[in-house]
């Protein structure tokens, strides 16, 4: 049966509820959001003499909810235009209308009896063959089944979103023997393809898979940090992006979550798992409990593991001690593995450092991974019957950027296998199986495709639903065709190369230039394409501010204009190269990473990507051809007899705000993405896509573009503009002497220099003045100030 997804419904409206709406607005789709009407009238409804009957009263909760989840940040929505498309009413009045759409999703408080006598309602109003999901993280889904009808039971099951539902990843699929096999085969498809999601075939087991095995490890670990005598602060920066994992770490993570939500999904284990070998570590260990006690939940309470003061206007971070229950200020952390690791770019040659460390670090770290690497193998095939789906759920549903069986293929599995039974953590006989056969990793790459370690077969297959990506990892063995210390160039089929950095944030150094300019280099002789692109983070923080610095503070000018002749010369390579060049853009894209991909011929990026022109927040514009780039295209959107120039404008201020667009799809609406570019909702099939648009632009007769010779600037009109904006700004406030002293140079560039009337100009001409002005802004010492807060302190100076 084919379906389409037009229209979806919500019922509930709480924090779930209200940003799955938003995100299905953001696909897209029409939705309707539904919650229950008021019994009581609110202080202000009485003033106004309203009664419980005014559709406004009637609507309150709904619309309350959707308003704060829409102001909430980060948001919900790539655009705040997609709001448009949700409209709220209420149960009593409204229910009605779900006859009219595709998808019905329940997303109301975790209470059987509540879910069931709301769809028993539901069933009144749904026409055959609708769609009918919960969003339970708790709750066994046959049990809803109770009382429904045969048709309701076949296109019914669970669709777990992680919160918050736009930006973690995962997407669980949990059937009932009753649901239709085709229903679950379209989830598969609709979550990978439509909602941007890793979707995971889950079994109906308590809290499925990445709840499971993710508040396990949790509560793991919070049971070692007791034993260990940890400090929040300590084990924050060892759990976190040192090993791929978020910012929040554990104890951060847990004051956001809230620890009643932690610990309530915990008892809810120890309760529903009383033959789990491993149950007793859902106990609640004494750092923990006595926080649930004290009501000590994080920021839902104003305080957890960490509570934020305000003394005098000046905020401090105070952290817990694990020991007293007395808040202290934040401890100064100085751990060697964290010394070790700091410069190396690569998560696995870090975990590999991480586990190998002799001290105390990697006393914690064999402790409470071994520990997870251990549950997770008898987890198979109670929760899932293959070893990717965990990994799946887990990295996906907790932002980590490898599952445990990956991270344990990074640490080596033998080695830590021997390691593990030496500590009495023996994993399921399964793992001995696979190496004895000769089977040393639960994944491997052959011919472009990732396989994993199918235990019933004891063989290696293909990880369904992958057989379209691209994994860098499978060209590294026979396909790298060229690299440095900087860049890898891969040949990943099909006459197409891709360009991968591995510098810090992947910032574009001379080492990066060069693999950006040998890629096309090679690829005009022998290939039809390049994708630049990576299956990191980031695409590119920017250029490397450090060699700036370097020669900045060493008055090095002639260095500098080198350097930033090269880069120009570079982005220009991109664009008027024989063959065509695909940016495939992912997290951040600033500074220099903006404007390598306003060069390229396309831009395929991943829908959370966060993109701008950046550089005045270290003081210079950008020289890479970005003030260039934007320049010219508000010229090709000028009305005639326009002397207001408000494109002009607007392009100025988002450059001389550093305005980073929050989304691919505000990056649209910045201009950055033109209405040729494309968005990829999944990142893992980003680079594909990308390598697709290589191909159509291939197959389309690819011609070399030619350079601009006809942009219309302004001179001293839109000087004359900009100024009066600037001087506003500066005697409001706003902006600092130096502030001005940058926009005034920006206004300059883009007015096309001291012109006397509007002149038509080339691209040539645009670069040697926007590389004249940020030479010049190097030389300033509050430029320098900037750029060493930046690069020394990681966070912009206002000077």
Not at 114 to 143: A, D, M, W, Y
Not at 398 to 425: I, N
Not at 527 to 544: C, K, L, T
């Amino acid at each position: 049966m084919k379906r389409n997804i037009k229209k979806a419904v919500v019922l509930g409206s709480g924090i779930m509820g209200s940003r799955i709406a938003c995100h299905f607005a953001n696909i897209g789709l029409e939705v309707l959001l539904l919650d229950l009407s008021p019994k009581e009238l609110s202080d202000q409804e009485k003033a106004k003499g309203l009664s419980l009957d005014s559709p406004q009263v009637k609507n309150r909760v709904v619309n309350d909810s959707l308003q704060a989840a829409i102001k909430s940040k980060p948001s919900p929505l790539y655009h705040k235009d997609r709001a448009a498309l949700i409209q709220t009413g209420n149960f009593d009045d409204d229910l009605h209308k779900i006859a009219d759409y595709d998808w019905v999703i329940e997303a109301i408080v975790e209470n059987l009896e509540i879910k069931k006598s709301l769809f028993e309602k539901v069933e009144q109003h749904r026409k055959p063959g609708t769609l009918i999901t919960s969003n339970t993280s708790g709750i066994p889904i046959n049990l809803m089944l109770e009382g429904r009808s045969e048709d309701f039971q076949k296109h019914f099951c669970g669709t777990h979103f992680f919160n918050p539902p736009r930006y973690l990843r995962l997407f669980e699929v949990i059937p009932t023997k009753k649901t239709d096999p085709e229903v679950v085969d379209f989830f598969l498809n609709y979550g990978d393809l439509y909602l941007g999601k890793e979707t995971v075939l889950c079994k109906d087991t308590p809290a499925f898979i990445a709840n499971r095995v993710g508040i396990y490890g949790i509560m793991s670990g919070m049971h070692t940090v007791e034993k260990m005598g940890l400090t929040v602060n300590e084990v924050d920066k060892l759990t976190g992006p040192v090993i791929g994992r978020p910012k929040s770490a554990t104890f951060r993570t847990m004051d956001v979550v809230g620890l009643d939500t932690a610990v309530k999904v915990a008892a809810g284990l120890y309760e529903g798992l009383p033959k789990d070998e491993s149950r007793e570590t859902f106990k609640l260990p004494k750092i923990v409990k006595e926080l649930y006690d004290k009501k000590w939940w994080g920021d839902k309470t104003k305080q957890g593991y960490y509570k934020k003061l305000v003394n005098e206007g000046k905020k401090e971070i105070l952290e817990l001690n694990l020991q007293t229950f007395e808040y202290e200020s934040k401890s100064k952390v100085k751990l060697d593995v964290l010394e070790k690791t700091k410069n190396e770019e690569d998560l696995k040659k870090r975990l590999q450092l991480a586990i190998s460390d002799q001290g105390k670090e990697g006393d914690f770290y064999r402790a409470t991974f071994f520990d997870l690497f251990r549950y997770c193998t008898f987890r198979i095939p109670e929760i899932a019957d293959e070893l990717y789906r965990i990994d799946q759920a887990v990295a996906a549903g907790f932002g980590w950027e490898l599952g445990p069986f990956e991270t344990w293929d990074a640490m080596g599995v033998k080695e830590c296998v021997e390691q593990m039974k030496a500590m009495d953590l023996a994993p399921a006989a399964w793992v001995d199986e696979m190496l004895a056969a000769g089977h040393e990793t639960f994944y491997t790459y052959e011919n472009g495709q990732k396989k994993y370690y199918d235990i019933a077969s004891k063989a290696y297959k293909v990880v369904p639903g992958t057989e379209g990506f691209i994994y860098l990892d499978a060209f590294k063995e026979n396909n790298v065709v060229w690299s440095n210390d900087g860049a890898t160039i891969y040949d990943i089929g099909d006459g197409v190369l891709n360009v991968e950095f591995h510098t810090k944030m992947n910032s574009i150094g001379g080492e990066v230039i060069e693999g950006i300019n040998t890629a096309i280099s090679m690829a005009e002789k022998e290939y039809r394409g390049v994708v630049i692109g990576n299956e990191g983070q980031n695409f590119s923080a920017g250029a490397n501010l450090a060699m700036l610095f370097m020669y900045a503070v060493d008055q090095e000018f002639d260095e500098i204009d080198l350097m930033i002749r090269q880069f120009q010369q570079t982005m220009t390579r991109a664009r008027f190269s024989a063959v065509p060049v695909v940016a495939a853009t992912s997290g951040l894209a600033l500074g220099g990473g903006c404007e390598l991909s306003l060069h390229c011929d396309a831009i395929q990026a991943h829908a959370e990507t966060y993109i701008g022109l950046v550089e005045v927040g270290v003081g210079v514009i950008p020289g890479g051809g970005g003030t260039k780039e934007l320049t010219m295209r508000a010229a090709d959107q000028y009305m005639p007899n326009d002397p207001e120039l408000n494109i002009l404008q607007e392009y100025f201020m988002n450059i001389a705000t550093a305005k980073v667009a929050t989304s691919a799809v505000e990056a649209r609406d910045m201009d950055i993405l033109r209405g040729s570019d494309r968005i990829t909702l999944n990142r893992a099939r980003l680079l594909a896509d990308a390598k697709k648009r290589v191909l159509e632009l291939a197959d389309a007769g690819y011609t070399m573009p030619t350079q601009r010779q006809d942009i219309k600037v302004h001179g001293r009109s839109s000087m004359a503009m900009f100024e009066a904006g600037i001087t506003g700004m500066k005697y409001g406030a706003y902006i600092s002497d130096h502030d001005a002293k940058i926009a005034r140079k920006l206004a300059f560039v883009m007015s096309g220099g001291d012109l006397t009337s509007p002149t038509l100009v080339s691209e040539d001409y645009l670069l040697d003045l926007e590389r004249e002005a940020f030479l010049s802004l190097c030389g300033e010492p509050k430029t320098l100030e900037l750029i060493q807060s930046v690069l020394f302190k990681g966070k912009p100076l206002r000077n």
